[in-house]
């Protein structure tokens, strides 16, 4: 990458500063080794959740809140968040996060399970957005549950949609790299179902509204 495409990458990622209670939540991440949005992805997913006047979103990977805390900002006060994530240390830090943000339970659900498995038993057509963070299990079948939970014009956002950067080079064919370009592609494909978009912020965020 050049100078100048770092400049501009570093001015994009600094562009929206994130609220102290955030920085205090992806500093945790750092400690623990969680890999948690970006601050651009940050801002990207509440302005989705603005946009889309969501009600109800349910994120799959919680980490220790960073990304939950932006999308709190892009809900009003009768909207819910579920955020699963099958570690439960991750639950209580973002828990933390919440009550430092003074966000109450009653607009957050943290659950602590299998993101995939509880996923499977979610509502039809009963959520404004899915964040994915958490690719455990079936992804064909992760895409289905996301198409049958969400709304009409719903919007599944798959964060670390590049797995490191390794999806974009091709040279890369460990079995994780391959799954996670094959997720991608399909979703592309599947034009009767999804509209979508791919961008860099972070490690890539991808976009797909269901139709």
Not at 18 to 35: H, K, P, V
Not at 174 to 184: K, M, P, Q
């Amino acid at each position: 990458m050049s100078d100048q495409s770092e400049k501009s990458r570093e001015f994009i990622e600094s562009f929206i500063v994130e609220e102290l209670e955030i920085q205090s939540a992806r500093n945790r991440g750092a400690e623990l080794g969680s890999d948690e949005p970006s601050s651009g992805s940050g801002a990207l997913l509440q302005t989705l959740a603005l946009a889309l006047r969501a009600k109800s979103i349910v994120e799959l990977g919680t980490g220790t809140g960073v990304g939950t805390l932006w999308l709190a900002g892009g809900i009003d006060e009768s909207g819910t968040i579920t955020s699963i994530d099958r570690e439960a240390e991750h639950v209580q830090l973002a828990r933390e996060a919440c009550e430092e943000m003074e966000i109450s339970a009653q607009r957050v659900r943290l659950i602590h399970g299998s993101p995939y498995d509880i996923l499977q038993k979610l509502t039809d057509a009963g959520y404004d957005m899915i964040v994915v963070r958490d690719y455990s299990g079936d992804l064909a079948d992760l895409i289905d549950q996301s198409y049958r939970v969400l709304r009409a014009g719903g919007v599944c956002v798959l964060v670390h949609a590049l797995h490191g950067g390794k999806v974009a080079d091709l040279a890369q064919r460990d079995e994780i790299t391959v799954a996670r370009r094959e997720l991608l592609r399909n979703l592309r494909a599947d034009r009767e179902r999804w509209t979508c978009s791919l961008n860099g912020l972070g490690d890539g965020v991808f976009i797909a509204v269901k139709r």
